[in-house]
C-alpha cells in the first residue's frame, strides 16, 4: 500500500524556519504533483504550496518569499522549508501526493498523517 510519512514539525520562536518533509513509499509506479495543506484551529484546511513532478511551483499568497516547496524525486520525497515564521503560521501541516501505483494503477490522492508546526511570539 501507499503510505506518506511526515516529519519535522515543532515548537519555533517567531522568525525561526523549520523544514517539512513527507516521503511516500510503497508500490509505487510514478509521483504527479505533491503539495502541502496546513489546518489552523478552528479554520478550514487550506492549500499552502504545490510542486508538480516537472518541478514547476505555486504558492499562497500568504507565504510567498517565505516558504519553499521542493522535491526528491529519487526519494519520493517533498520538503516544505519555512523561513521568517510567523504566530500566524501556527497550524498542522499535511502533506498530499497525486500517486499511482503498481497495484491500481491508477492516479490517487493521498495524505500524510499531519504534523504540527507551532510558533510562538
Known amino acids: 500500500q501507499v503510505q506518506l510519512v511526515e516529519s519535522g514539525g515543532g515548537l519555533v520562536q517567531a522568525g525561526g524556519s523549520l523544514r517539512l518533509s513527507c516521503a511516500a513509499s510503497g508500490s509505487i509506479f510514478k509521483v504527479n504533483a505533491m503539495d502541502w495543506y496546513r489546518q489552523a484551529p478552528g479554520k478550514t484546511r487550506g492549500l499552502v504550496a504545490t510542486?508538480?513532478?516537472?518541478?514547476?511551483?505555486n504558492y499562497a499568497d500568504f507565504v510567498k518569499g517565505r516558504f519553499t516547496i521542493s522535491r526528491d524525486n529519487a526519494k519520493n520525497t517533498v520538503y516544505l522549508q519555512m523561513n521568517s515564521l510567523k504566530p500566524e503560521d501556527t497550524a498542522v501541516y499535511y502533506c498530499?501526493?497525486?500517486?499511482?501505483?503498481?497495484?491500481?494503477?491508477?492516479?490517487?490522492?493521498?495524505w500524510g498523517q499531519g504534523t504540527q508546526v507551532t510558533v510562538s511570539s
Open positions: 498530499n501526493a497525486n500517486i499511482q501505483s503498481r497495484t491500481t494503477g491508477i492516479p490517487l490522492n493521498y
Open positions: 510542486i508538480t513532478s516537472g518541478g514547476s511551483t
